[in-house]
């Protein structure tokens, strides 16, 4: 195994150690989805994204691609594709850097700090400069309307006494018997 293979199956280890959720999207572990929550005491605070990560052969010397999947309210995050404009990420990336870092510092400093003179959604960095109680109702807006935990596909556990019945009032089943096919 080589040496970035070996740092990045590491790194990806330690992101899941480190009590993120992490979704994988295929199997060699380049693509991923991670479950970011919104940084205490920030406007972000109540949201929770699907970020997607992609991480190039050369990583960790060169970069991971990072956007949100779900929509959010941020000068440096494109609305539509959700890539996110950060120059610790895009242009001054490390080695010595590593996912944990990308999710405990680099986007709750993003979230926390927008910089509006450098934007990736030009209506978010207009408006947080020109009128920032609405920028931050619509930040609210957007928390409340995208980033609520069943927008990332999170399902809360239920208990098995909350099974749903079927129609004929009897609680239904994948499971068949064995040794006879499905219908």
């Known amino acids: 195994m080589s040496s970035p293979s ?6 990806l280890m ?3 150690m480190s009590d993120y959720k992490v979704e994988m999207i295929n199997d060699d572990m380049q693509e991923f989805f991670v479950e970011f929550h919104g940084p205490k005491d920030s406007l972000y605070e109540v949201g ?3 970020v997607r990560v992609e991480l190039p052969d050369a990583y ?3 970069s991971p691609s990072i956007g949100f999947v779900n929509k959010i309210f941020h000068p440096n995050v ?6 996110v404009c950060l120059d610790v990420i895009n242009q001054t990336w490390s080695p010595m850097f590593d996912l944990v870092n990308v999710f405990e510092v680099f986007l709750p400093q993003l979230l926390l700090y927008p910089n509006a003179s450098d934007p990736l959604n030009g ?3 207009a408006l947080m ?4 109680a609405t920028y931050e109702q619509r ?4 928390c409340e309307r995208y980033a609520k935990p069943e927008d990332i596909g999170a399902v809360e556990e239920k208990d098995s006494s909350e099974d749903e019945l079927s129609e004929d009032g009897y609680a239904s089943s994948d499971d068949g018997i064995v040794g006879q096919p499905d219908p």
Do not use: C, F, N, Q
């Not at 070996?6 to 790194?11: A, C, E, L, N």
């Not at 494109?78 to 890539?83: K, P």
């Not at 400069?129 to 920032?132: F, G, L, T």
């Open 78 to 83: 494109d609305e539509l594709s959700g890539s």
């Open 48 to 50: 929770v994204w699907k």
């Open 139 to 142: 930040v609210k807006e957007y």
């Open 6 to 11: 070996k740092r990045r199956d590491t790194d």
């Open 60 to 62: 960790p010397y060169k």
């Open 129 to 132: 400069i020109r009128d920032h």
């Open 123 to 125: 209506d978010a960095a």
């Open 14 to 16: 330690k992101l899941m």
